[in-house]
């Protein structure tokens, strides 16, 4: 008696977990159907915007890019030696760069211009500036600067005319000198 109540209930057991994998199964190939014919997942990602800067630096002279308006990037040169800073930009239908701004981030930081060695840092950020904030529209990035060796720092923006570059004509002027600080909260030995 033991062994035949024993026998169903092995019975049972396999019959129910036929039908529980049969239902999967059957389950999985149905969603596995509705996934083939629908063909709008296939590699669909969620759209995102990349943009991307470049930083260098040498001994003396370090370069970044950013963008400065929807349609072109500025390449940002640093000379370590005199400690002038600028901004170009290729026109987008000529191909030559006819927008040049500048500075000298010696005189803004407070730097002896007879320094040997200067260390400098220097990145690029975005920016999205109040239309006539110091009193033209800005370009959509910043160049951030700091001395390596005195943790002072200033931040530039591009004083950019969308208009200007549109018509192919030039621009000419200085970077603005938005903010300027100090990274170190204790004075260093020189």
Known sequence: MFAQRTKRLRRSFLVGLSVGAAFGLGVAAALLSFYLADKTHVNQFPETLLHATATESSQTLSIATGTVDESMEGLFLLDFLTGDLQCRVLNHRSGKFNAAFQANVMT??????????????????????????????????????????????VVYAVPWRRELQSAGRPQLGQLILMDAGNARTAAVRQ
């Open 108 to 153: 803004d930081l407070g730097i002896d211009a007879q320094q040997k060695n200067p260390k400098y840092l220097m990145v690029t950020g975005a920016s999205n500036f109040a239309r006539g904030l110091a009193g033209s529209r800005m370009g959509n990035t910043v160049v951030y600067v700091v001395d390596g060796n005195t943790g002072r720092y």
